[in-house]
Structures are given as structure tokens and as C-alpha cells.
């Protein structure tokens, strides 16, 4: 189930950051990509959260710092489908804390 997550997010994670480029130089993101990016790393985070109910401890941390790092791309997906454009502020946070929250899943598992 760990490995399971590791490969989702890391392939969100790549997709993301093609993404973080499209809004960095003012590009349109492309749609398919965002549509791929979201549920590959939700999926991810939902087993990081199951991995929490059944473990604990540092798991909840980084199921945490994934959830509210998906809040913010939920943002950044529907400001850009309004036309507003994802905000590039936000999406430089979104990506930092997922990324903060990805190193926390690797102590997690570093450390069970």
C-alpha cells in the first residue's frame, strides 16, 4: 500500500511540476494534465490517510500536509477552468507543501 502511494505521488508530483511551468510562464495549463494530476495524487493521499487510521503518528502529519495541499489545487483548478488563471503565488505554495508533505511521508516510512 506504502509503495502504492510512493508511485502515485511521485507521478503527480512530475505532472505538477510540468503544470508549476505552464503557470510560472504565464502558459495555458493543459486540461488533460490537470484532470490526471488530481486523481493520481488523490488516490495517493487517500492511502497515505488509511495508512494513518490504521498506524498513527507521523502518518497524520503528512495525510494532513497532502490534504491541505489538495485544497489548494482544488483552488488552482477552478480558478483556472473560470478563466482567472491559477495564481501563481498559490501554486508555488501548493507545490512547496506538497513536496513538504511528501518528505514527511519519506520519514514516515524512513521510521516505521
Given at each position: 500500500m506504502v509503495i502504492t502511494a510512493l508511485v502515485l505521488l511521485v507521478l503527480a508530483a512530475l505532472l505538477g511540476a510540468y503544470l508549476l511551468m505552464h503557470v510560472l510562464r504565464s502558459r495555458p495549463t493543459p486540461k488533460a494534465i490537470a484532470f490526471v494530476h488530481g486523481p493520481l495524487a488523490a488516490a495517493g493521499v487517500v492511502l497515505v490517510i488509511v495508512k494513518a487510521i490504521t498506524e498513527g503518528g507521523i502518518w497524520w502529519l503528512a495525510g494532513a500536509l497532502f490534504v491541505i495541499a489538495a485544497a489548494g489545487g482544488a483552488w488552482l483548478i477552478v480558478s483556472d477552468l473560470r478563466g482567472t488563471g491559477p495564481a501563481k503565488p498559490l501554486a508555488m505554495l501548493?507545490?512547496?507543501?506538497?513536496?513538504?508533505?511528501?518528505?514527511?511521508?519519506?520519514?514516515?516510512?524512513?521510521?516505521?
Amino acid at each position: 500500500m506504502v509503495i502504492t502511494a510512493l508511485v502515485l505521488l511521485v507521478l503527480a508530483a512530475l505532472l505538477g511540476a510540468y503544470l508549476l511551468m505552464h503557470v510560472l510562464r504565464s502558459r495555458p495549463t493543459p486540461k488533460a494534465i490537470a484532470f490526471v494530476h488530481g486523481p493520481l495524487a488523490a488516490a495517493g493521499v487517500v492511502l497515505v490517510i488509511v495508512k494513518a487510521i490504521t498506524e498513527g503518528g507521523i502518518w497524520w502529519l503528512a495525510g494532513a500536509l497532502f490534504v491541505i495541499a489538495a485544497a489548494g489545487g482544488a483552488w488552482l483548478i477552478v480558478s483556472d477552468l473560470r478563466g482567472t488563471g491559477p495564481a501563481k503565488p498559490l501554486a508555488m505554495l501548493h507545490g512547496l507543501l506538497a513536496v513538504t508533505a511528501f518528505g514527511v511521508l519519506l520519514y514516515a516510512i524512513a521510521h516505521t
